[in-house]
């Protein structure tokens, strides 16, 4: 069975710095992405990577802050998030899909459990 398990949420500060992960189990994922909701709010995709890392795409809402990546050998999509802002709340949750790079949740068929970043000010 199919398994992603997300990890590294907590509680910072404005400015600083985390990175989360999403462990993949149970099959070979393609395409993974890094999505959000914040509460009160729709779901926002975040950054997404393809299987060989060649290419990415980064919301607008965090470019240049948030990276993304990937180590096939552990089965782990990283996102490293640098100078949090409060508007970053949210829960992220990975997600997996065959199809290749997309913007859109509903072409994800896979999704974690979701992991809370909350930045206070």
Known sequence: ???LVESGGGLVQTGDSLRLSCAASGRTFNTMGWFRRAPGK???FVAVINWSSTVTYIADSVLGRFTISRDNAKNT???QMTSLKP???AIYYCAATAAGISTNRN???DWGQGTQVTVSS
């Open 42 to 44: 729709d779901g926002e």
């Open 87 to 89: 508007e970053d709340t």
């Open 1 to 3: 069975q199919a398994q």
């Open 77 to 79: 999509v990283y996102l």
């Open 107 to 109: 072409d994800y068929h």
